[in-house]
């Protein structure tokens, strides 16, 4: 293909002036239809009446040449005619799709941002908020692929074409994709992580407590004996517990 004639796969504008183009070139075909008929009249009575026969052979050569050259710039004019069409239909698909995943992935890359900033939040809120963000981008796999297969269509239908703005603005949007769900499970994963340590932290202070509470009565019992019992130059059995207590704590 000419390179005058290859197009920005994507680019409405751009296949929309070519397409044009190609109108006009199927008109002037058809004016100058006429013009081959007349010239081909002319060729075939001077062959006629010529007994050379290497020059009729020649005409006859030429005249054939022409016609197969004019027949395969008509045939090249209407198939390329029929899949500018086609890449039209395909590419206002394409840039429809294009559009809704950029409009998702900005959504929900706000909604991120703005979970980030709840960070006062209880940790079973937020926990609670990131997993329906997760779930919501798990729906939204299926228009993320929806868009790799019509960008492949593309790609694949219009290879001799320039596709390079459909490869890139698709790895651009999978990566885009591909990033905000890892950030989200990342965020998942520590702030559950997070709820686990405090769950610890609790019950640790919970067995702490507990084991104070049965030091406090252990002490209460020994106060109580030693003040029921005389006094004796002996080790004070409460004295030495509060210091284990004082040391532990």
Request: hydrophobic share 35%; net charge neutral.
């Amino acid at each position: 293909m000419l390179k005058s004639n290859i197009v920005t796969v994507g680019n409405i504008e751009e296949i929309n002036r070519m397409i044009a183009r190609m109108k006009i070139t199927e008109g002037d075909l058809e004016h100058r239809h006429p013009q081959l008929d007349s010239v081909f009249t002319l060729a075939q009575n001077l062959k006629n009446k010529m007994s050379s026969s290497d020059l009729r052979t020649a005409i006859t050569e030429k005249l054939e040449k022409v016609k197969n050259q004019w027949d395969g710039t008509q045939h090249g004019v209407e198939v390329r005619q029929h899949q500018l069409k086609c890449m039209l239909t395909d590419s206002m698909k394409w840039n429809d799709q294009k559009q809704e995943m950029e409009k998702l992935i900005g959504q929900y890359e706000i909604h991120l941002h703005a979970l980030l900033q709840s960070s006062k939040e209880k940790l079973t809120k937020q926990i609670s908020e990131n997993k329906v963000l997760m779930q919501d981008l798990d729906k939204g796999d299926a228009r993320i692929i929806s868009f790799n297969e019509l960008s492949s269509k593309l790609l694949q239908d219009y290879s001799g074409d320039d596709t390079r703005n459909v490869k890139e603005i698709m790895n651009h949007l999978n990566t885009s994709w591909i990033n905000l769900k890892h950030r989200t499970c990342n965020r998942q994963n520590c702030l559950e992580a997070d709820l686990k340590t405090v769950h610890a932290l609790l019950r640790d202070l919970e067995k702490f407590l507990k084991w104070i509470q049965e030091a406090e009565a252990t002490v209460n019992v020994l106060a109580d004996a030693l003040q029921r019992e005389p006094t004796t130059p002996r080790s004070d059995p409460g004295r030495e517990l509060k210091k284990q207590i004082e040391v532990r704590g």
